[in-house]
């Protein structure tokens, strides 16, 4: 989906609406984007290289929000959209990858009782995985459980299993503003061979390079886009 160093827009939706949290807080919305599919109209205006869309309901309590999916395929179109939350099972998975979904975004699934190879051979390249950490461990079900897995086990796993692209979140800087985990980003650059996404606390410019600098392969990126300080 990408070429070169990649600026991602994010979407994450929550009851019919485009928030950001606060450290994965839901109780603590600290931006109101309106409604997602619009949102996602205007980000696919700049052509960037795909939309990450996250719909945070279904990553707390399961279950595959196929219809967010179409919904945000067809607003996006041409630009790809990859999306996560929800994925349970293979079938869950499949019914994402069904919807036009350029690739599907596993968390919680991941790190799980399923392994992670029947994940990658079920979508066959169109898999991404999070790996949202927190205190040096990953978190899932909606960042509120922990998968009791160090990063360097997480990514291992993920490693054993062929995956090819992650995105690495730094749940602690997650919708602060407050600057990207370097050495977050420098652990998982030395860990993993494939294609890496940074995640949490992305502000400007500056940080954008600095996350480049680290080997990393692009960022995600919503408050940042949202409020201005960051331009796709």
């Known amino acids: 989906m990408t070429a070169g160093f990649a600026i991602i827009p994010a979407v994450d939706v929550l009851d019919g609406r485009a928030v950001r949290l606060l450290r994965g807080d839901y109780e603590r919305v600290t931006l109101d ?3 997602p599919i619009e949102l996602i109209r205007t ?4 052509a960037p290289p795909c939309i990450h869309v996250v719909a945070l309901g279904a990553a707390r309590d399961g279950g595959a929000p ?12 041409p630009v790809p959209v990859q ?5 349970r099972t293979i079938a869950d998975a499949q019914a994402l990858a069904d919807a036009g979904l350029a690739r599907v975004i596993l ?3 991941a790190f799980g009782s399923i392994p992670l190879e029947d994940f990658v051979d079920a979508l066959a390249g169109r898999l991404t995985v999070s790996i949202d950490v927190a205190g040096g ?7 509120l ?7 360097a086990a997480a990514l291992a796993r993920c490693t054993r299993a062929g995956v090819t692209h992650i995105v690495c979140t730094a749940i602690d800087r997650d919708g602060t503003a407050g600057g990207p985990d370097l050495e977050l980003l420098r652990e998982a650059r030395a860990l993993f061979d494939g294609t890496i996404y940074a995640a949490g606390g ?13 080997g990393i392969d692009g960022v995600v990126a919503g408050r940042a886009i949202l409020e201005g300080t960051l331009a796709l």
Request: hydrophobic share 50%; charged share 20%.
């Open 145 to 151: 459980e922990s998968a009791e897995l160090t990063t």
């Open 66 to 77: 196929v219809a967010l999916a179409r919904a945000t395929v067809e607003a996006a179109a």
């Open 43 to 46: 980000f696919a205006a700049s």
């Open 33 to 35: 984007g309106g409604d």
């Open 83 to 87: 999306l996560g939350g929800g994925v």
């Open 137 to 143: 461990t990953v978190r899932t079900a909606g960042w």
């Open 107 to 109: 968390g919680t699934a």
């Open 202 to 214: 992305i502000r400007d410019a500056a940080d954008v390079e600095a996350v480049r600098e680290a």
